[in-house]
């Protein structure tokens, strides 16, 4: 994800991979510790209008995180507030950020 920052399908796909992955307790240590945070907050300050990088984006940090934390506990990253509440994203597409 990394090398490819500008390719909005690429970072969607990476996303997508790593909720994937971190569905397992054990490897959303992992994730974490090899800068997967980090690399995800690349990709939705790189794609901010993309509603799939959005997404998948916002999904892989409420996975990774513990006990699906909402993706605006990591404002400390660099994402702000607005961001994280979908200001930006389609009505429809707003609801995976709503509490369960």
Not at 43 to 48: C, E, M, N
Not at 53 to 80: H, K, M, N, Q
Request: glycine content about 8%; proline content about 2%.
């Amino acid at each position: 994800m990394r090398a490819h920052v500008g390719s909005a399908v690429i970072q969607e796909y990476g996303c997508r991979a790593l909720v994937n992955v971190s569905a397992s307790g054990q490897h959303k240590i992992q994730v974490a510790k090899a800068g997967g945070i980090e690399a995800v907050v690349a990709s939705l300050r790189a794609h901010v209008d993309s509603v799939d990088v959005v997404e998948y984006g916002c999904s892989a940090l409420a996975t990774i995180s513990y006990a699906g934390i909402s993706c605006c506990d990591f404002r400390f990253r660099g994402l702000s507030r607005s961001f994280c509440a979908g200001d930006h994203i389609q009505p429809q597409r707003r609801q995976h950020l709503r509490p369960a």
